[in-house]
């Protein structure tokens, strides 16, 4: 990311957010400022949901490329057999398909623990229920958040 794009998300972030931002893979942190842009120019977004767009996929931790395309497609085409084959206890890549799957909760716990604040770590815990439905016009900030990571 850019030198102003480390200023923006500074001054979003608490110094220990920043700092569980700037640890991410850097596709992710790319793919957060991503979404955050988006909001930006789509919503009228609280800093709460922009902080919530830059760590959403805090709980991802670094991954190998084949482990994450392995993923996208297993998600895509068969969720069953994705949570078949990821285990929390397995081989390197069935972690790596286990913690894609879970990223959304680990990340939470990631965030609780480090003192965010609980509206964000909520908003990052649920960011990839696929129970919730957005309509056209979303009304949340969930709903927005979802809706922005499925366009970044």
Avoid: Y
Avoid at 35 to 60: E, T
Avoid at 119 to 127: D, M, N, Q
């Amino acid at each position: 990311i850019s030198a102003a794009e480390a200023r923006s998300a500074r001054a979003l972030l608490t110094d220990e957010e920043l700092h569980l931002f700037l640890t991410m893979d850097p596709r992710d942190r790319r793919h957060a400022m991503n979404v955050m842009r988006w909001l930006q120019g789509h919503a009228n977004p609280s800093d709460m949901l922009l902080a919530a767009a830059l760590l959403h996929d805090v709980g991802k931790g670094s991954q190998r490329l084949w482990h994450r395309a392995s993923f996208t497609v297993l998600e895509m085409i068969s969720p069953q057999l994705l949570a078949h084959l990821g285990s929390q206890d397995g081989a390197r890549w069935q972690r790596a398909l286990w913690t894609l799957s879970h990223h959304a909760g680990l990340g939470a716990r990631i965030l609780s623990k480090s003192g965010t604040q609980p509206p964000i770590v909520a908003l990052v815990a649920k960011h990839t229920d696929r129970s919730i439905h957005v309509m056209e016009l979303p009304e949340s900030d969930l709903e927005w958040l979802i809706i922005a990571d499925n366009a970044c």
